[in-house]
């Protein structure tokens, strides 16, 4: 089973600031199966990225995905007021996996 | 457009079965080519995936769970279910329905809006 890593645990931030946050996986990520969620309070998660950098429906160009192999990484370009919020990694293949999460707090 | 909504008891029995229903709205689980997927998120922490089932019936289930899972579906009622045995304190949590976003790529991109179960005497 492979077991992904987010970091940091907690990434303080203002708005209109850059967030980059890190998803490492523990063996290498068959077909660039990752997959990227954010996650408000109370809410249920909301598909961000698949497939590595596929931004889902109705998802802003301001979040973008990237890497490859074992390193992967989600970048917000401008974060807005409701990007605060906790965000998670996910991979999927034989198995299905989540990261721990990233808090993104003002 | 699409809906999911969980249903089932907000409290569960130490060793007892938990038995959860998720009923689907605006989209027919017979005529899709997606998965629908079950996944839980203790309190104050991550998600955990449970397994997934196609509208034939094929399973897949989470290896640390599959002792325990059990995940049906009634097209009938267009509806998916989970039930799990022997429940224990760790499996307090909020219960997700949810379904594939793409056929290609085991991913959710629809969710209900979960439901607490708690597992005390």
């Known amino acids: 089973e492979i077991v992904l890593t987010q970091s940091p645990g907690t990434l303080s931030l203002s708005p209109g600031e850059r967030a980059t946050l890190s998803c490492r996986a523990s063996?290498?990520?068959?077909?660039?199966?990752l997959a990227w969620y954010q996650q408000a309070p109370g809410q249920a998660p909301r598909l961000l990225i698949y497939n590595v950098f596929n931004r889902a429906t109705g998802i802003p160009d301001r979040f973008s995905g990237s890497g490859s192999g074992t390193d992967f990484t989600l970048t917000i370009s401008r974060l807005e007021p409701e990007d605060f919020a906790v965000y998670y990694c996910q991979h999927y293949g034989t198995s299905l996996t989540f990261g721990g999460g990233t808090k993104v707090e003002i | 457009q699409l809906q999911l909504q969980e249903s089932g008891p907000g409290l569960v029995k130490p060793s007892e079965t938990l038995s959860l229903t998720c009923t689907v709205s605006g989209g027919s689980i017979r005529s899709s080519t997606y998965y629908w997927g079950w996944i839980r998120q203790p309190p104050g922490k991550g998600l955990e995936w449970i397994g997934s089932i196609y509208h034939s019936g094929s399973t897949y289930y989470n290896p640390s769970l599959k002792s325990r899972v059990t995940i049906s579906v009634d097209t009938s009622k267009n509806q998916f279910s989970l039930k799990v045995v022997s429940m224990t304190a760790a499996d307090t949590a909020v219960y997700y329905c949810a379904r594939e976003f793409s056929d290609t790529a085991m991913v959710y991109g629809y969710w209900g809006q979960g439901t607490l179960v708690t597992v005390s005497s």
């Open positions: 063996q290498s990520v068959s077909s660039d199966f």
